[in-house]
């Protein structure tokens, strides 16, 4: 099995993987936002601990707690 790490282009993969998970024909593919659709993602994660074994999650994790800290923003 390919570690999401490992990959040249994880971003590509996970485009194409909800392309043809929309179940939409070429015609209507084009005009599928993707990007839309990525953001959506996060909503339906309920557990992020199999995520923290990504070196780059713990990474984004740590860079947004020190982004809430320096502006001052509250937390909940």
Known sequence: MIQLEQLPDP???LYQLLSEASGLG?????RFSVNTRTHRIAEFIGDFS?????????ALESD???VVTAKGWQTW
Do not use: C, D, M, W
């Open 11 to 13: 971003k590509r993969v």
């Open 26 to 30: 070429e015609r209507r593919k084009k």
């Open 50 to 58: 199999p995520l923290r074994a990504l070196s780059a999650f713990r």
């Open 64 to 66: 947004v707690a020190t």
